[in-house]
């Protein structure tokens, strides 16, 4: 299972006059597949808001997630039960129920991406390993495992390393009305 996020953002759509920064999270077996509900969520939007739907890098653990939802319940035995599905989202979004320890990082440059994936090659990874996805605004790099960053980190100030993070899978634009 992965996490998956739908958000419309204050620093995408600041200027929108009754844009509300709006968020919505939930956990898929198929996260991919939730297209039709991101479509929806943009759709909910104000003229000209962009949406992002993100997925978790790294899929999670159920049997973690499900013991982190008991300890949780069992320390705070007056939690709502309608603000249950909220919870187990977040639980499983944390750090210690992730199954894989993928690393993605945020390639904030137009160009110079073929540099910073053979610079990752050099590091040891196979050019099959790396993973390169067009994001919004420019790339996302996704590699299996953690390295000793710093000297690449170093080299690429438009680069940040995120060691859990989210992939934005699509986005959406609501056109504006004329």
């Known amino acids: ?82 603000k249950i599905e909220n919870k187990v989202t977040s639980l499983a979004m944390s750090p210690e129920n992730a199954a894989e320890h993928k690393w993605l990082f945020d390639f904030d440059a137009t160009d110079g991406i073929d540099d910073f994936v053979s610079d990752l090659e050099a590091e040891g990874f196979k050019k099959e390993e790396i993973e390169v996805y067009k994001t919004v605004n420019n790339y996302a790099v996704i590699v299996p495992h953690g390295f000793d960053s710093r000297n690449i980190l170093k080299k690429y100030d438009c680069v940040e390393l995120k060691r859990d993070g989210l992939l934005c899978v699509a986005w959406n634009s609501i056109e504006k009305e004329d």
């Open 1 to 82: 299972m992965q996490g998956v996020i739908f958000t419309s953002r204050n620093k995408d759509n600041k200027d929108l006059p009754g844009f509300k920064q709006r968020t919505f999270s939930f956990l898929s077996e198929k996260p991919l597949s939730e297209i039709n509900k991101f479509n929806n969520f943009s759709l909910e939007g104000v003229p000209g808001e962009l949406s992002r739907f993100y997925v978790t890098v790294n899929k999670r653990k159920n049997d973690t997630t499900i013991r982190s939802l008991q300890h949780y319940l069992l320390d705070h035995p007056d939690y709502p039960m309608t």
